[in-house]
């Protein structure tokens, strides 16, 4: 006959254990997943209601189009065409609504460097700069305009 096995408690207590932590989990679950999360897929049913109850803050291109289409034909020989006029200008949906509304003044390295910085996770055919060596980290602005940067353009 053969041995019982000598340590069958600690194979109980390890599946107590992980009993626990299913209690626990389960209790957590159902204590902060909302109830209507999963009613359309990987969501909560409510989020585009609380998404859309919220106020707006953004005009779109076309509201600033209205006012400023100098600015938006300057952009359209560049790459910055493709660039809404509110990702580097911010939100200025009181701006459009009235136009004596003050527009925040930009400083531009930080901005350009959003996009521009060099970074090893950026696609290969973004433009990148390492700001020390290429501008000793002046303005972006005396040589390149922002809404046309190209360098191959009369400044």
């Known amino acids: 006959m053969k041995a019982p096995f000598k340590d069958f408690e600690h194979l109980i207590r390890l599946a107590g254990l992980f009993g626990l932590g299913l209690l626990c989990f389960g209790v957590a679950r159902a204590q902060f997943v909302p109830a209507d999360f999963g009613k359309y897929g990987h969501y909560r049913a409510s989020a585009i209601t609380e998404a859309a109850a919220k106020p707006m803050v953004f005009a779109g291109r076309a509201r600033c189009t209205e006012c400023h289409e100098d600015e938006v034909k300057e952009a359209a020989p560049s790459k910055h065409k493709q660039i809404a ?63 046309d940067p190209r360098m191959d353009q009369e400044q």
């Open 85 to 147: 006029c509110e990702t580097c200008h911010g939100a200025l949906l009181k701006h459009a609504d009235d136009p004596a509304v003050e527009v925040g003044k930009i400083e531009a390295q930080p901005l350009c460097l959003r996009c521009h910085a060099a970074n090893t996770g950026k696609p290969s055919q973004q433009p990148t700069v390492i700001a020390k060596e290429h501008s000793d980290e002046d303005s972006c602005v005396p040589c390149h305009k922002p809404h």
